[in-house]
């Protein structure tokens, strides 16, 4: 039984989301349609994270199996001719029988775009949040960096969420601007439910000086999510990065 790795990218802006869901399309669904089409068989397709609707990825990995002997490029072409044009396959690799796409990951890396712009820009209305207000991005990569470490991130968590162990280690956290975007790149071991578009809306109360210099790091110990910010908008989120 072979195990392949594939690297796929979507626009989510369709899509509730990856995983397959009752009265929904999910990516994880059309996917699958691709699969039983290329392989005669409805393959089961595991994934490495979950998405919200409107998210989007520039490296999202996922494994199947197949006792097929389908070349890897023979793969990755066969499902392109399948997919929707807002999803491409990019890399096909095979992958040990017990690699797993979630609990083998060391670390995953997002990117968050907002537009700066005084007026909205209509081409970004699905991959950006356009937010008016003049943001220092200078100043909110130097306080940002109150984020990085291992602490318990519970105030940074939809009350949807179920998990028991809210505690994560953040690597990096980085802002700048490039014209009238502004980026926000986050890489972590693990992320909670919300959580990378809580720690956006967060900066923000910083950048409006509703949380003052400094004090960024209290809000995260207060694990009280009533004192974090606003959840960001999903449409300006990307999975950027998976590391193996």
């Known amino acids: 039984?072979?195990?392949?790795?594939?690297?796929?990218?979507?626009?989510?802006?369709?899509?509730h989301g990856w995983q397959v869901q009752k009265n929904a399309v999910t990516v994880q669904e059309i996917f699958q349609d691709a699969v039983e089409k290329v392989f005669s068989q409805r393959l089961d397709v595991k994934g490495c994270s979950r998405t919200d609707s409107g998210v989007h990825a520039n490296m999202y990995c996922l494994t199947?199996?197949?006792?097929?002997s389908i070349s890897?490029?023979?793969?990755?072409?066969?499902?392109?001719t399948k997919l929707p044009d807002d999803i491409s396959v990019i890399d096909c690799r095979e992958v040990s029988e017990d690699f797993h796409p979630r609990y083998s990951c060391k670390s995953k890396?997002?990117?968050?775009?907002?537009?700066?712009?005084?007026?909205?820009?209509?081409?970004?209305?699905?991959?950006?949040?356009?937010?008016?207000?003049?943001?220092d991005a200078e100043y909110l990569n130097k306080e940002c960096k109150a984020y990085i470490g291992t602490y318990d991130y519970s105030g940074f968590c939809s009350s949807k969420?179920?998990?028991?162990?809210?505690?994560?280690?953040?690597?990096?956290?980085?802002?700048w601007r490039e014209d009238d975007m502004v980026c926000f790149r986050v890489e972590a071991d693990g992320?909670?439910?919300?959580?990378?578009?809580?720690?956006?809306?967060?900066l923000l109360f910083v950048a409006e000086g509703k949380i003052?210099?400094?004090?960024?790091?209290?809000?995260?110990?207060?694990?009280?999510?009533?004192?974090?910010g606003k959840t960001a908008p999903p449409q300006g989120l990307y999975l950027n990065r998976i590391h193996y």
């Open 191 to 202: 992320f909670l439910y919300n959580m990378v578009r809580i720690m956006v809306g967060t």
């Open 212 to 228: 003052k210099e400094g004090e960024l790091i209290n809000v995260i110990k207060s694990k009280d999510r009533k004192k974090a």
């Open 109 to 135: 890396e997002y990117v968050y775009k907002l537009y700066n712009g005084r007026i909205r820009n209509p081409f970004y209305a699905k991959y950006a949040y356009h937010y008016r207000y003049k943001i």
């Open 72 to 80: 890897c490029e023979g793969v990755v072409f066969a499902l392109n």
């Open 1 to 15: 039984m072979r195990n392949l790795l594939l690297t796929i990218q979507y626009d989510g802006s369709g899509y």
């Open 161 to 175: 969420s179920d998990v028991e162990d809210t505690v994560r280690t953040v690597r990096n956290f980085e802002v």
């Open 64 to 68: 199947l199996k197949t006792d097929m």
